[in-house]
């Protein structure tokens, strides 16, 4: 079983939401579903980055960390490997 950290966005340089789980695809369709919380007041529904994880516990510790973040540092790293802030729920998903 894998298991994500996941970055969620509004739009480019948006605001940002960050989450763990063990469904990236059901996740990513209640955020876009903007069913409720932080991403539904927000419209964060653009899925911008993710990781995998082999545990759902170095996934939580990573999820914690990133979340300490400064937001550049945050931006840099979904610019890293997402310079086009393209949607990856879209390709994700398919």
């Not at 539904?40 to 995998?52: D, N, S």
Request: aromatic fraction near 12%.
């Amino acid at each position: 079983m894998a298991f994500y950290v996941y970055i969620m966005a509004s739009q480019r340089n948006g605001t940002l939401y960050i989450g763990s789980t063990d469904d990236l695809a059901r996740r990513v369709f209640e955020h876009q579903s903007r069913v409720r919380g932080f991403t539904a007041k927000y419209g964060c529904t653009m899925l911008v980055w993710l990781e995998q994880h082999a545990s759902r516990e170095s996934a939580l510790i990573r999820e914690r960390r990133l979340k300490e973040w400064r937001r550049s540092w945050k931006l840099m790293l979904i610019e890293e490997s997402n310079p086009d802030w393209r949607d990856l729920g879209l390709e994700f998903l398919g």
